[in-house]
């Protein structure tokens, strides 16, 4: 799995930009920090999440997507200050948020799924776009 973590909203869309720029279907996640002490989320459904996403990617025989990641912390994510919850275009609602995305914005939204159905069928829509 092609994966890209970043540390702001603006870095995140930066690279969102350069990799619709290479032809490169995009991805965005929004998820749960993880906690040092633990090595998990905080974020329960992120620790479903997560690998069922990779399992579903690791499907792929092509390498011709990208998943942009961005680690939230708990105070983060409930902040009603958050970059991510203000942007017009993502609108994080809670977490893990999955997204297609585009040069211009948001194509398609996951949000809080923990079925490998829904995961699936999501990934699977993307790539026949």
């Known amino acids: 799995m092609k994966l890209v973590d970043v540390h702001s909203h603006e870095d995140f869309w930066k690279q969102v930009k350069d990799s619709c720029a290479a032809g490169k279907v995009v991805f965005g996640l929004c ?6 002490e633990t090595g998990k989320s905080w974020c329960g459904d992120c620790n479903v999440f997560d690998p069922i996403l ?5 499907e792929r025989e092509e390498d011709d997507y990208i998943v942009i990641r961005i680690y939230l ?3 983060e994510e409930d902040a009603l200050s958050n970059s991510f919850r203000e942007d017009p275009k ?3 609602k809670g977490v893990p948020s999955f997204y297609l995305m585009s040069q211009s914005g948001v194509m398609g939204k996951l949000q809080e799924a923990t079925s490998e159905k829904a995961v699936r069928d999501f990934v699977e829509a993307a790539f026949d776009m």
């Open 31 to 36: 998820t749960g920090s993880i906690v040092p």
């Open 54 to 58: 990779e399992n579903v990617l690791h």
């Open 73 to 75: 912390d708990m105070f």
């Open 90 to 92: 993502l609108r994080l």
